[in-house]
């Protein structure tokens, strides 16, 4: 069994934690990081058992910039 180290996007809905896996496109949640992370290790384990490829691109993180005016 091999090991793979995927990345974990976490944002917070109201009183849910939501992590997403770009690498692979799961989401999963839970009440604190810790459960979402969890949640979302079982649920991308899941998906690569039923859905196996040996090929993932990492997508590219960056950041940008956006202007507003202040109301």
Do not use: W
């Given at each position: 069994m091999k090991n793979n180290?995927?990345?974990?996007?976490?944002?917070k809905e109201e009183?849910?934690?939501?992590?997403?896996?770009?690498?692979?496109g799961t989401v999963?949640?839970?009440?604190s990081i810790e459960s979402a992370i969890k949640n979302l290790r079982e649920?991308?384990?899941?998906?690569?058992e039923e859905f196996q490829?040996?090929?993932?691109?990492?997508?590219?993180?960056?950041?940008?910039?956006v202007s507003t005016e202040n109301v």
């Amino acid at each position: 069994m091999k090991n793979n180290l995927y990345t974990a996007i976490i944002h917070k809905e109201e009183d849910m934690f939501v992590a997403e896996c770009p690498e692979v496109g799961t989401v999963s949640q839970g009440e604190s990081i810790e459960s979402a992370i969890k949640n979302l290790r079982e649920a991308t384990e899941l998906y690569l058992e039923e859905f196996q490829t040996s090929i993932f691109n990492h997508p590219l993180l960056t950041t940008f910039e956006v202007s507003t005016e202040n109301v």
